[in-house]
């Protein structure tokens, strides 16, 4: 006995580590594939934003929620890039693997999810396909919060899916996904309805207070940033009044499963059927748990032109990540059935993965799509760090303040590279003004009568250009920077 009681704690270990092993081969080879694939480096605008939420905070200014076009403030997207401010220019990097990670943790916790409702096999499908999506990778490599809050709430599924009416745990991770957005309160709201029944009192009070902890947090947010507590709900609406985003309920039956079948794709838009049919025949009640909150999220996502709120296709990436289990159950459900039963729906199955392998060249295609993307991101945005970095143009700004740009889309960019406090980017007034050249690099996002028109006031003296950006100055603003 002796000898053996030293021995546990290390075969324990061990098995620990051999149970972690895969998921940490899943997570950091699927971030470390689109890294080595894509090499992103850039924010998108509700990211960069958040970035500049942050550093405005811990300088000493109120965060810039009231800003011209400034997106949904999301608390824990706020908070998280607070993370990233000490590391510098290298910011964008670390946020852009934290949401890579996220990715692949959602792998990850598809698979996971998969396999213990239905088949290991089944989970490999659905996991397969959510990193092949193109949508939802190039949702990843462009650091938007949806990715971790997918991953959130897909756990919290999973959760629930081991150990039904499991309680606090899920209750906690709906929480956190709740300040990123608000889909997450209504789920969090109907599992306390759920697992009511039966609870102490004590319990009750803890699974409420869980369910009320984020849309408290970030009503108090707005209320302290802006004196508005519905400010997230009111400047959403107006934003998207303002960018004409779809909004109208009449848009909503025709949106929505186009919306799935943009984050879907085509064969998964045949074989998800296929596997709902094979779920209402022979698997519903594992089916129901994963199908339940695909309703849930998918009614709150129709509901949003009620409040003004627009339909956009990032807002189903959630409820898309758990109908792949559905085509994971088309391909590998007969497996489950016994041996005289499996034939029609196996026929069924090799069906629905050779129309996926008859896509792939198409859905190469899609990815080509984002690499290119990403490499015109890359030029644009470089074309305007390389704005805020010239000496020339930050004496200008440190003497002249604020500077004006043609239009909203570069006006967090330039603030965060130039190190401006809240106010002194925006698009309405300022004797400096930063305006796009007409080229290759600018094209893919001024497009015809959405290149901005504005001209420099007379007297104006250009201080700065690049391939991508040019910089004017009015008279006594041009000051030789700083030896």
Same mark, same amino acid.
């Given at each position: ?7 546990? $704690? ?17 997570? %950091?080879?699927? *971030? ?27 300088? @000493? ?28 220019? *290298? ?10 990670l996220c990715f692949g943790g959602l792998c990850w916790v598809t698979y996971r999810l998969g396999a213990r409702l239905f088949s290991p096999w089944v989970g490999a ?29 897909? +756990? ?10 499991? @309680? ?13 957005? #608000? ?5 969090? %709201? ?7 029944? %039966? ?15 984020? #849309?408290?947090? /970030? ?35 025709? /949106? ?14 045949? %074989? &998800? ?6 779920? /209402? ?12 909150? &695909? ?8 509901? @949003? ?14 409820? *898309? ?18 041996? +005289? ?23 190469? @295609?899609?990815?080509?799509d984002i690499e290119r993307r990403l490499d015109k991101d890359d030029v644009l945005y470089g074309d305007l760090q390389a704005v805020g970095e010239a000496p020339r ?82 008279? +006594?603003?041009?000051?030789? $920077?700083?030896?």
């Amino acid at each position: 006995m002796a000898t053996a009681s030293p021995a546990r $704690p290390q075969a324990r270990g061990r098995g620990a580590l051999s149970r972690a092993a895969p998921a940490a081969v899943v997570v %950091g080879g699927a *971030a470390l594939v689109l890294w080595l694939v894509y090499r992103p480096w850039h924010l998108n605008y509700d990211a960069r934003y958040a970035l500049l939420w942050a550093r405005d905070l811990w300088t @000493g200014h109120a965060p810039e929620y009231t800003a011209d076009f400034a997106p949904t403030p999301h608390p824990l997207q706020t908070a998280v890039s607070s993370l990233a401010l000490p590391f510098g220019d *290298a910011a964008d990097d670390v946020l852009t693997w934290m949401v890579l990670l996220c990715f692949g943790g959602l792998c990850w916790v598809t698979y996971r999810l998969g396999a213990r409702l239905f088949s290991p096999w089944v989970g490999a499908v659905a996991a397969l396909v959510v990193f092949t999506r193109p949508a939802l990778e190039r949702d990843a490599l462009l650091a938007y919060q949806d990715v971790p809050f997918a991953l959130l709430v897909v +756990g919290a599924v999973l959760l629930e899916a081991q150990r039904p009416r499991r @309680g606090i745990p899920v209750l906690a991770l709906l929480a956190v996904a709740g300040l990123l957005r #608000p889909e997450a309160w209504v789920l969090g %709201g109907l599992y306390v309805l759920y697992v009511w029944r %039966g609870r102490a009192p004590g319990d009750r009070a803890v699974l409420v207070a869980l369910a009320a902890a984020a #849309p408290a947090i /970030w009503v108090l947010t707005d209320l302290l940033v802006t004196g508005d507590a519905l400010h997230s709900l009111h400047g959403t609406a107006a934003l998207a009044e303002s960018n004409e985003r779809r909004r109208g309920l009449a848009d909503v039956p025709v /949106w929505t499963p186009q919306y799935f079948g943009y984050a879907l794709r085509e064969p998964l838009v045949i %074989g &998800v059927p296929i596997g709902l049919l094979f779920a /209402w025949r022979h698997a519903r009640r594992p089916a129901a748990l994963p199908l339940a909150v &695909v309703a849930a999220m998918t009614l709150v996502f129709a509901a @949003g032109p009620i409040f003004g709120l627009p339909l956009i296709r990032r807002y189903i990436g959630t409820p *898309a990540v758990l109908l792949t289990l559905f085509y994971g159950l088309a391909v590998c459900g007969w497996a489950l059935l016994p041996r +005289g039963r499996r034939r029609g729906w196996a026929i069924a199955g090799a069906l629905a993965a050779l129309l996926s392998v008859a896509y792939v060249p198409w859905h190469a @295609g899609l990815l080509g799509d984002i690499e290119r993307r990403l490499d015109k991101d890359d030029v644009l945005y470089g074309d305007l760090q390389a704005v805020g970095e010239a000496p020339r143009v930050r004496a200008a700004f440190a003497a002249c303040a604020p500077l004006r740009t043609g239009d909203h889309r570069p006006v967090p960019f330039i603030r965060y590279w130039l190190d401006g406090a809240p106010g002194t980017v925006n698009t309405r007034h300022g004797r400096l003004l930063l305006l796009p050249r007409r080229g290759p690099a600018t094209r893919h996002v001024y497009r015809g009568e959405t290149f901005p028109t504005v001209t420099p006031p007379p007297g104006s003296v250009r201080i700065y250009a690049n391939r991508s950006w040019r910089v004017y100055a009015a008279p +006594g603003c041009v000051r030789r $920077p700083p030896s």
